[in-house]
């Protein structure tokens, strides 16, 4: 392990067997960077610095009480996040812990290219979630969806092309929980053997999720928002 000073902040360098660099703060607010195994000094050096402003913002967040009390908040897979940001050369929006994102933008920003981002960021969530949810869904029922993707969608949850079976899923359902999830992929693949949503469609919703009801409360529970 080698140290690094940023800002009178101490680094622990770790060097591992991995492709990419990460950084994260503990809970002891000790900051750990992890590289690959064959970085140079010079590329640790010149990445760190450029998370400079990044390191001293989520240190003080970590350390710091009266940072918890931001009004602005964020859900991500149904759990409800208190924004934090700052200001970094490159866009950064991450989990910290249970309770706090920190979101970073660099100061020429506009609010439409941050608004951009934080989307294809709630884009890149459920990408990594749907195929192991639609996978499962698929092998329960039968039911099979010739490709699905996602956009952004102002008043619907997911839609289906009949004909195609081509699925679209909303990038807001990132935002949700995975039953509300499991349930819009549920509905949506049903819709490949079934148009409408008549009783032939509630009847295969009642054999393969009994609760899909209660599901679909919980997802239309609040205003869908931009």
């Given at each position: 392990?080698?140290?690094?000073?940023?800002?009178?902040?101490?680094?622990?360098?770790?060097?591992?067997?991995?492709?990419?660099?990460?950084?994260?703060?503990?809970?002891?607010?000790?900051?750990?960077?992890?590289?690959?195994?064959?970085?140079?000094?010079?590329?640790?050096?010149?990445?760190?610095?450029?998370?400079?402003?990044?390191?001293?913002?989520?240190?003080?967040?970590?350390?710091?009480?009266?940072?918890?009390?931001?009004?602005?908040?964020?859900?991500?897979?149904?759990?409800?996040?208190?924004?934090?940001?700052?200001?970094?050369?490159?866009?950064?929006?991450?989990?910290?812990?249970?309770?706090?994102?920190?979101?970073?933008?660099?100061?020429?920003?506009?609010?439409?290219?941050?608004?951009?981002?934080?989307?294809?960021?709630?884009?890149?969530?459920?990408?990594?979630?749907?195929?192991?949810?639609?996978?499962?869904?698929?092998?329960?029922?039968?039911?099979?969806?010739?490709?699905?993707?996602?956009?952004?969608?102002?008043?619907?949850?997911?839609?289906?092309?009949?004909?195609?079976?081509?699925?679209?899923?909303?990038?807001?359902?990132?935002?949700?929980?995975?039953?509300?999830?499991?349930?819009?992929?549920?509905?949506?693949?049903?819709?490949?053997?079934?148009?409408?949503?008549?009783?032939?469609?509630?009847?295969?919703?009642?054999?393969?999720?009994?609760?899909?009801?209660?599901?679909?409360?919980?997802l239309n529970s609040d205003i869908i928002s931009e």
């Amino acid at each position: 392990m080698v140290l690094r000073m940023i800002s009178n902040i101490t680094v622990n360098i770790h060097k591992k067997k991995i492709k990419n660099m990460n950084i994260r703060v503990a809970s002891d607010f000790r900051v750990h960077l992890s590289v690959p195994m064959k970085t140079s000094d010079y590329v640790i050096k010149e990445f760190t610095e450029t998370k400079r402003r990044w390191i001293s913002a989520l240190v003080k967040l970590k350390n710091t009480s009266t940072q918890r009390h931001s009004k602005d908040t964020m859900s991500v897979l149904g759990v409800s996040y208190k924004v934090h940001s700052c200001t970094d050369l490159n866009p950064i929006c991450r989990i910290i812990d249970k309770e706090n994102i920190m979101v970073a933008f660099p100061d020429s920003y506009s609010c439409c290219k941050k608004e951009t981002f934080i989307k294809e960021w709630y884009r890149s969530i459920l990408k990594s979630i749907v195929p192991d949810i639609l996978k499962k869904w698929q092998d329960t029922t039968g039911m099979h969806c010739s490709e699905w993707q996602t956009r952004q969608m102002r008043t619907r949850w997911g839609s289906c092309n009949t004909q195609t079976k081509k699925i679209w899923l909303s990038v807001k359902l990132a935002k949700k929980s995975l039953p509300c999830i499991e349930f819009v992929v549920l509905h949506e693949l049903t819709h490949t053997v079934v148009p409408n949503h008549g009783p032939d469609f509630k009847a295969i919703l009642d054999k393969y999720m009994p609760d899909w009801r209660e599901r679909k409360k919980l997802l239309n529970s609040d205003i869908i928002s931009e």
